[in-house]
């Protein structure tokens, strides 16, 4: 079939219809398919080369990006196959974007010409609060915006607050009704400088799209540093917007008249790149992650490799390898790029699980995140948390067990645990590991682990 004719919409599909090829009417719904179940076998070491997907936070930010043009936005090394991106794709779709996809060659195209509605609405946005990020395009270029609050979710409360004290600051009016953020900005918004009370990925992304729209220069002040606001930035400069600063905590953006459309390549996934680091320090083997760079996991190197993991870059890859030594307890504390990423502190967490000694772990991020904790406890875990911190004391094995996790980086930990445990472990409800990991389990069979997904018709 020719590259044309594998063009998609992303909206109606789930992922395993995208990652096979079929048409949405031949495959089971995405609702469906988010109840299979994984099943992993413990024991096996691996050895092999894993593809690194383009980064899902990138991924979503740089598609809001569309809304700042009426000309094309093409981004390669696209994670088209996330439930994510199809959320998101939906969302944009309510708002007049017409989205297009081609899982075969990772090409995401959008374009959003014109738009007859600023509304996202809450059945949409509920699925997924990154959608919030349509709220700065949407107000630079259309003057208004009409966005439902995401909402809280398993990990914490998670306001949106530091996003429209922003906006308010550039001149927005900002009104909260019904569970809506109705924003207005009739004249445009203008530049100002803001200085966030906390560093946030998703504020940051926000106010940065909306400013290269706005009249003069806006200055963020503790600005978010994530290789994702990076790649951002890098997109919006491509696309014509003037931004300086870019990785430090001020960036400057003069705001432009007019952006243009361009094309651009998502920055390798970090987080699933330390998922794998995690995989093969605790099974051991031999492993090549293609497409992945260690400087945007300095923080994950140093306890890995502390824990006894050797790591290398060889030019575009990472290599990792475990072989017969024991791994050694350590610790970490999550904090704001470049510190050590909350998104991977539920599989470092499980590693410690194995180690000689303890380890603690202090989450600072989110204030609920140690759902993983009673999971890992019944495949065998000694884990013991006090308000933000938890002591992980090493056990000789993991036992395999039926286990559910409510987040995604918590699901994926559960897979980590399952790779190592004796016997089988099963994972229900896979839809988070659906949100953020593409094609996990051909990933990891083909690395020699014992794993399948088990579609809900044949469970039994
Ligand atoms: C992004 C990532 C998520 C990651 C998180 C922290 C995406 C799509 N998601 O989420 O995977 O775990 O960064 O690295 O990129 N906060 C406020 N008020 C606000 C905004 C945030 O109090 O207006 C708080 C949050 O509740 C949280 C902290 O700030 O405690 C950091 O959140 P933030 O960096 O904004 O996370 P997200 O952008 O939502």
Redesign the pocket.
């Known amino acids: 079939m020719s590259a044309e004719a594998k063009i998609i919409s992303l909206a109606q599909t789930d992922a395993a219809q995208i990652a096979s090829g079929s048409t949405p009417e031949s495959a089971t719904s995405a609702e469906k398919s988010g109840m299979d179940q994984i099943k992993v076998k413990g024991g096996n070491r691996l050895n092999g080369t894993i593809e690194i997907s383009g980064a899902?936070?990138a991924a979503?930010p740089l598609m809001c990006a569309c809304l700042l043009t009426d000309e094309p936005l093409n981004l390669s090394n696209a994670p088209t196959t996330l439930r994510d991106i199809r959320t998101l794709s939906a969302v944009l779709e309510s708002l007049d974007v017409t989205v297009s996809a081609n899982p075969e060659l990772k090409l995401i195209s959008l374009k959003s010409e014109k738009t007859s509605t600023c509304y996202a609405p809450y059945d949409l946005v509920r699925k997924m609060?990154?959608s919030v990020l349509v709220l700065g395009p949407l107000l630079a270029r259309f003057g208004v915006a009409k966005v439902s609050l995401p909402g809280g979710c398993a990990i914490?409360?998670?306001?949106?607050?530091?996003?429209l004290k922003a906006l308010e600051q550039m001149g927005a009016t900002i009104k909260l009704e019904g569970g809506y953020i109705f924003a207005e900005a009739k004249d445009g918004l203008k530049g100002a400088v803001v200085e966030f009370a906390?560093?946030?990925?998703?504020?940051t992304e926000n106010i940065l799209m909306a400013a290269t729209l706005a009249k003069g220069t806006t200055v963020l002040k503790n600005a978010?540093k994530?290789p994702?606001i990076i790649d951002l930035g890098e997109c919006l400069i491509s696309m014509g917007a003037k931004i300086e600063g870019l990785g430090t905590s001020e960036i400057t953006i003069t705001g432009v008249e007019k952006l243009p459309g361009t094309t651009h390549a998502v920055v390798a996934d970090r987080i699933e790149t330390g998922t794998w680091m995690i995989a093969v320090a605790l099974t051991g083997g031999d492993v090549r992650l293609k497409g992945a760079n260690i400087d945007h996991l300095t923080a994950l190197v140093g306890p890995l490799e502390a824990a006894g993991l050797k790591i290398s870059q060889d030019d575009q890859d990472i290599l990792v390898s475990r072989n017969g030594t024991p791994l050694k307890g350590t610790d970490i504390m999550t904090e704001?790029y470049p510190g050590f990423?909350?998104?991977l502190q539920a599989q470092f967490m499980t590693m410690l699980t194995l180690c000689m000694g303890a380890g603690m772990v202090t989450e600072t991020?989110?204030?609920n995140r140690f759902m993983h904790v009673p999971e890992l406890g019944r495949m065998g875990a000694d884990i013991t948390t006090q308000g933000n911190s938890a002591i992980i004391r090493g056990v000789s094995g993991l036992r395999g067990a039926e286990v559910m996790a409510t987040d995604l980086r918590a699901s994926v930990s559960l897979i980590l645990a399952g790779l190592v445990a004796s016997g089988e472990t099963t994972i229900n409800r896979i839809y988070h590991l659906d949100r953020g990991y593409e094609n996990i389990v051909d990933k990891l069979c083909a690395c020699g682990a014992d794993i399948e997904r088990i579609p809900v018709s044949l469970q039994e």
Do not use: M, Q, W, Y
Request: proline share 10%.
């Open positions: 899902k936070n979503l609060r990154a914490g409360t998670r306001p949106v607050d530091l996003h906390k560093v946030s990925v998703g504020a978010a994530e994702e704001p990423p909350t998104d991020i989110f204030e």
